[in-house]
């Protein structure tokens, strides 16, 4: 297997996310990739690359993302400093948001305005490295989607920050750029008439679900901890189905907060049978490990041999397969938790 690894991950290295009515360090750390690569040196299951350098970059993400949303995370640290030169020492967090009601179609002047209008959470800032370090993620997960498409029969990218909460014009959830998401338009633009994107993160996939929702020609798939007490909270439900033409190319998965293997490998066989209903040519696998039994932030009982596991019943769909990297909080075990994943596909797909 082919890993595009994001060699600028440590560029977005935040400070405080608002947790829990406090400002608590971020959860979302480079550590998480140390270890991925640490347990890559132990196991070497793929071989470590670069990005590719002809990418079409941008095209590409405006492909997904509002070209001003793109803009404005582009310049947003430039902007911020520029405020007030005491700012370099603070990461930004939005604190004020447009609720139902207000206007989005206005793109206000104030910074803070538009670092609400482009984001959902205070739990994602932003800081001097985070554009350069999204972007650089971006890369991988369209290389891995070029390699794909290319003839290989699966490639990672192994990158943070994460991706799937990232929605057309939005941030949140530790997440900028929607890398698969990107992946799942670049196998589009490359061949594939259908594709599908299984989200195994512990939380909903809504940014990957609202990009999509109104197309038939890729399937969103999403098996999470249920919406009524688990971020993100406002989207995830069963009964969201897609609308207009992508009516019933979205499936959601909620499973409660305990869920045991069992009921979760039992959601995961629903969301391949719907794969293969979709007749998909090609599968983009969000890979959260937070469904950990040891994650601090999430609540789904899986231990590292489920995730060899995982991996062999996705190489079993037969299916030329991107996988991106997403979730995933028990810092110690990343690594041997995604490392089981790659593993158990390699030892499948033979
Ligand atoms: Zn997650």
Redo the contacts with the bound molecule.
Sequence with gaps: MKIFRNALYRRHDARLEMYRGRLVPCHETPARLDHVLAELARRPVGMLLEPLQQLDLGAALAAIHAPRYLDFLAGAWDEWVALDPANAQTDILPAVWPVRGFRADVLPESFAARIGLFSFDAGSPIMAGTWAAAREGAACARSAALAVAGGERAAFALTRP?G??AGPDFFG?YCFLNNAALAAQTLREQGAARVAVLDV???HGNGTQTIFYGRDDVLTVSL?GDPRTE?PFFLGHADERGEGAGLGANLNLPLPRGTTVETWFEALEAGLAAVAAHRAEALVVAL?V?TFEGDP??GFRLRADDYLRLGERLARAGLPVVLTM????AVAEVGINVVNVLEGFEAAAG
């Design positions: 994460p799937h909460h959830g993160d512990y939380h999470h971020y959260g937070d932030i999430s997403e979730g995933g909080y």
